[in-house]
């Protein structure tokens, strides 16, 4: 199965833009790169997902490297909202069972 | 509203009492999986639905069983709940496409004594 690795943690100061990175050198050419987060006491919730190309919506932005092995999450200007665990999934062609989390990154955002 | 509604969102139990965490989602999907939550472990998956009648086991199944006989409900029962069963569980859903989001419960505060 295509795995990802992400940093146990980061930091970021209020206002300020995050870079989040996740690496996934298996990744097969149909695998989709998803990213979840989760707020303190909630379930995950969808944040942005591309396949090659960036991506952005209202939330975030999504960085695909050329040779898609990794990609990076970034949220442009980092609120007190933001601080979570972020988590970035493969959704592979091959198995179905796509809906298995890693341990994730958790983000805390400093005023 | 696109929902995935956990039951009960709250208990505390004792060893050896069998329990069922009900999980329902309204949107059709075929997809369904049951993860529990402990600090610092992340989400790992205890069981998964690819629709009606097929289950199969996560990272994590001891302990646990599901059934999937409606495509809108995936129950979670633990039989014999032991104290290491303590946990936070989530539900979640999704339907067949590869690029569709997959939709959490609000999950589930389970304590065993």
């Known amino acids: 199965d295509a795995k990802t690795t992400q940093p146990n943690s980061m930091e970021s100061n209020e206002e300020e833009p995050v870079h989040l990175p996740c690496n996934h050198s298996t990744i097969s050419g149909t695998d989709y790169i998803h990213w979840y987060r989760q707020l303190p006491s909630q379930g995950p919730e969808y944040v942005i997902h591309?396949?090659?190309s960036n991506v952005n919506n209202r939330m975030a932005s999504l960085a695909i490297a050329e040779d898609r092995k990794s990609s990076t999450l970034i949220l442009h200007r980092a609120t007190l909202r933001d601080a979570a665990v972020y988590y970035c999934?493969?959704?592979?062609?091959?198995?179905?069972?796509?809906?298995?989390f890693g341990a994730g990154t958790r983000l805390t955002v400093k005023p | 509203e696109a929902q995935v509604t956990q039951n009960p969102r709250y208990l505390i139990t004792v060893t050896g009492k069998k329990l069922t965490v009900t999980c329902s989602q309204n949107?059709?999907?075929?997809?369904m999986s049951w993860y529990r939550q402990d600090p610092g472990l992340g989400l790992r998956q205890i069981y998964y639905s690819m629709n009606v009648e097929v289950t199969d086991k996560g990272d994590v199944p001891e302990g646990y069983k599901v059934s999937r006989k409606e495509k809108r409900n995936f129950p979670l029962i633990l039989e014999s709940p032991s104290p290491n069963q303590t946990s936070l569980y989530f539900c979640?859903?999704?339907?067949?496409?590869?690029?569709?989001?997959?939709?959490f419960g609000e999950g589930s505060w389970l304590t065993v004594v």
């Open positions: 999934i493969l959704r592979t062609a091959y198995n179905n069972n796509d809906m298995r």
């Open positions: 949107m059709n999907h075929e997809y």
């Open positions: 591309g396949l090659t």
């Open positions: 979640a859903s999704r339907s067949g496409s590869r690029g569709n989001t997959i939709y």
